[in-house]
Every structure is written in C-alpha cells, then in structure tokens.
C-alpha cells in the first residue's frame, strides 16, 4: 500500500522522489483503517440541522412500509427451519469471521447429524443448538463483555487503477 509520497534514501545515501509502500502487514492494516475512517469523518463539517434535515429528506422518499403481517413476521421467534434455510444459502468459499469457522464446517454437522440420525447413531444437532443461541439472543439481548457483533474488515481491490492506491479498494 502507498502511504504518502515523499523523498526515500536509496542505497547510496541518495534522496530520490517517488512513492513509499508499506510492507508490513500491521501497519498496511492501519492504513487502511485510517483511510476508512477519514471517508467517514468527510461530511463531519456539515452543520447538524443540514444534516438532520437531508436525513429526513431521505427518509420521506421512502415509500414502503411493512405489512401487519411483515411485521408480526420480523417480530417472530427464529425457527429450526429458517436456520437450516439461511445455512443451506450460505455461500462456501467464502472468508470466515472473527472466530475462524467458515460455513462448510456449519454445513458439514448439519449433514453429519442428518447421516448419524439415518444409521440411528447418538447425533449432534447443530441446527436445534444454532436455533437456541438465535432465540436467547431475541429474547435476552447479547452481553456486553462478548463480542458477539464484532466483525472483519478486510479491503478488496475494485479491479481498476493502481493496487498500491488505497481508494482503489472497497
């Protein structure tokens, strides 16, 4: 990643203009994370009311609103049969988050348990167990000492422009 062009020593002792680049990962991982958070400082100089008033504006046009029963569909408790449909569409191949697991090994006990279920072999049922966190959370909320909501950021080249300008990722 460039981090700011400057002047660099070259092996001589020589100064010469041109680009720096990071090559340590930590501190590419700062850039990057400084870069995104002054893409959301930009609009910090609007004066609140403007602000208040263009996310009003915006909230107006929206012209949709949930059906009774949209609602009462939101506010349902989590079933088996929604955990088992949201992890079938769970794309594979796909980064794991924070706690490393990626979907296949979600997936691979489900199918697991289904087999063990056929041959009549004592099952662990990953889906009940998933549907059981889901709903305490509904019910109960998350602990504010876990970090149940936390998540990775990892930026992805946009596939144009340089891959050594930070912009050029979202």
Do not use: C
């Amino acid at each position: 990643l460039q981090e700011r062009n400057q002047p660099n020593e070259n092996n001589h002792g020589e100064i010469e203009a041109g680009p720096t680049y990071e090559k340590h990962s930590q501190r590419m991982a700062e850039l990057a994370r400084d870069y995104h958070e002054q893409l959301q400082k930009v609009e910090k100089d609007v004066p609140i009311e403007e602000r208040e008033n263009a996310i009003q504006a915006s909230i107006g046009r929206i012209d949709s609103k949930l059906s009774q029963e949209q609602a009462s569909n939101l506010n349902a408790e989590i079933t088996e049969t929604e955990v088992a449909e949201a992890l079938r569409l769970s794309k594979n191949d796909t980064a794991a988050g924070p706690d490393g697991i990626p979907y296949e090994l979600w997936k691979a006990l489900a199918e697991k348990f289904k087999d063990d279920v056929k041959a009549e072999k004592p099952a662990f049922d990953i889906i009940n167990l998933l549907t059981q966190a889901y709903q305490d959370i509904q019910h109960f909320g998350v602990a504010e000492d876990t970090n149940f909501a936390e998540g990775l950021m990892t930026p992805l080249y946009k596939q144009k422009g340089e891959r050594t300008d930070i912009a050029n990722y979202r």
